[in-house]
């Protein structure tokens, strides 16, 4: 076995070299585990062999006008704050998640608890599985939306948020209103789903296609009754007039511009119905028909009346 020894120049003790080394390694070693305030160059940190990177205690990682990538998953156990984008394939949050910007995201956001906003929830499509068939039996208020905005909410009816008010002389209109023919009829979308194979919704032919029942909005539309039509409107985005401009600290830059849309005869093109206000004419129908009611019994009573007078003319011509 050789001498260790033999590797020094004779007359040079090998010991003090060989701890020195030792130490080396061992500070070496510890320098992997912990480095305070140290700087890497245009260079990188590579971490082979399915290691990791750990920050102990309450220290941070911080990325500056750089990039954080990883292939595989980046986890927190407290915070994750980006001043620029986060992306990923897919984003996961056991606890909550804050977002004080705005965050756009082009797949699906699952979540197990409720989405709180202290602004406005928008998307193109909005759904709610459990909406149908959820029963409220606490104050009620109906529910509209805004065509303009597609933005939910409610329509008041007190006086003190109304103006120009005058009748709309829907009794007038009554016999038009009780003429209205109801049908029956199916939506080509539902046939589609049935009988169309190339349509994106068809599901095949076993599919049930439902009967409807309700009215037409080109009948409304003829017979005058416009106040509970939907017609065709477009929607634009239209600058500001210099002179029409607000006069406010805020900067409007444009208004969104509801406008109607008309056919070739320049008519507008009904879609379809107020149902929710078509009651209205239910009623002015229901008033006309009780005023003639009224009238009837009327003439019936004062008929009665003369009946009676003349029975009593009769006895008194037999009693002579």
């Known amino acids: 076995m050789a001498n260790p020894g033999d590797a020094f120049p004779d007359g040079v003790d090998w010991i003090p ?6 130490q080396r390694q061992i500070d070496a070693n510890a320098s992997s585990r912990s480095l305070a305030a140290s700087q890497i160059g245009a260079g990188g940190v590579l971490i082979s062999g399915g290691g990791s990177l750990t920050i102990e205690g309450t220290g941070s990682l911080n990325v500056g006008s750089g990039a954080l990538n990883s292939a595989g998953s980046i986890s927190a156990g407290t915070t994750i704050t980006a001043s620029g984008t986060v992306q990923g394939n897919s984003l996961r949050s056991t606890g909550n998640s804050q ?3 705005s965050e756009t995201v082009n797949g699906n956001i699952a979540v197990g608890g409720s989405v709180t906003a202290s602004g406005g929830v928008r998307g193109t499509d ?15 208020a109906g529910g509209w939306w805004e065509t303009a905005t597609g933005r939910a909410g409610t329509a008041v009816s007190s006086r003190h948020f109304k103006t120009h008010i005058t009748d709309a002389k829907l009794r007038e209109r009554a016999p038009v209103i009780l003429e209205l023919s109801i049908k029956h009829y199916q939506y080509l979308a539902q046939l589609a789903k049935r009988d169309d194979p190339n349509s994106p919704d068809n599901v095949g032919p076993w599919y049930k296609v439902h009967t409807e029942v309700g009215l037409i909005a ?8 416009w106040e509970f039509v939907i017609y065709e409107r477009e929607f634009a985005e239209i600058p500001w007039a210099e002179d029409d401009r607000p006069q406010s600290e805020e900067e409007f830059v444009s208004v969104l511009v509801e406008r109607l849309v008309l056919d070739n ?17 239910g009623l002015a129908a229901t008033q006309f028909v009780w005023s003639e009611v009224v009238k ?10 003369r009946l009676h ?5 009769e006895e008194d011509s037999s009693l002579v």
Do not use: C, V
Not at 17 to 22: C, H, P, S, T
Not at 218 to 225: K, P, R
């Open 218 to 225: 080109e009948d409304l539309h003829a017979a005058g009754l």
């Open 265 to 281: 005869d320049g008519e507008p093109i009904p879609r379809s119905i107020h149902y929710e206000m078509f009651a209205l004419a």
């Open 17 to 22: 070299r060989a701890l020195k080394g030792l």
């Open 126 to 140: 909005l759904y709610s599985s459990n909406a149908a068939g959820y029963n409220i039996t606490g104050t009620r």
């Open 99 to 101: 977002i004080d910007g």
């Open 309 to 313: 007078a003349l029975d009593g003319l």
């Open 296 to 305: 009837e019994r009327q003439r019936a009573n004062s008929f009665a009346a």
